[in-house]
Structure formats: C-alpha cells, structure tokens
C-alpha cells in the first residue's frame, strides 16, 4: 500500500513557477516509478512526467519539455516537480501516481494522490 499526498499547487501568472511535492508513505515508495499527471476541466486526464525508482531517468511529455523538471528526493519519500515559464494551458488539476512499472498512461499506475489545483493567469 502507497500513500500520495501533493503539495505546491496555487494562482500564479503567466511565466511564474511553481514546485509541486509529491510526498509518499509506504516502505514500496522508494521502489516505485513515480509520475504526475494533470486533468483540465472537461479534458482527459495526461501524462505530464515520470521518473524511474533510482531516480536516474525522467521522461516528459512534449507540451513541458524544457519547462518542467522532475526528480527524487534522496534519502526522502518525495518527488518534486519544478514548473518553469508556465502558460495559462498548464492550468489543471495535478495528480502524482506511483507504480512499479515506468509508464506513461493513467492505466500503469496503481497508486494516486488527491491532486493540487494549478491555476495560470494571462
């Protein structure tokens, strides 16, 4: 069992950052890929980013790459995600989800977080 709570989410303007935290309970978090995802309001919900157990690989979907960073805490049961040079379509929902398997899909992950609403301004 994994717990997932995000932390980070607000109101910002246009070309702010934001840092979310995704702070994770359970012996397993350590051993888990863990992700974020955002849901707009009537959209679907998206991949944003991953980052594999060790920490060492990300990948990023296209609309965040060269903006957004993701990456583990050592030592901690945290994984962040830096938001750079945000636009008014990175406004959504944002969820964390945590797995064994490093997917890209809503259906590789097995564990997820409440979410943390982020909201860009014009």
């Known amino acids: 069992q994994v717990l997932l709570e995000e932390s980070g989410g607000g109101s910002v303007q246009a070309g702010e950052s934001l840092v979310l935290a995704c702070a994770g309970s359970g012996q397993m978090f350590s051993d888990y890929a863990v992700a974020w995802f955002r849901q707009a309001p009537g959209k679907e919900r998206e991949f944003v980013a991953v980052?594999?157990?060790?920490?060492?690989?990300?990948r990023y979907a296209d609309s965040v790459k060269g903006r957004f960073r993701i990456w583990r805490h050592n030592g901690e049961n945290k994984v962040s995600l830096a938001m750079n040079s945000l636009k008014p379509e990175d406004t959504a929902i944002y969820y964390c989800?945590?797995?064994?398997?490093?997917?890209?899909?809503?259906?590789?992950?097995?564990?997820w977080g409440q979410g943390t609403q982020v909201t860009v301004s014009s």
């Open positions: 980052v594999t157990w060790s920490g060492g690989a990300q």
């Open positions: 989800a945590a797995d064994s398997f490093t997917g890209y899909e809503v259906a590789d992950f097995a564990y």
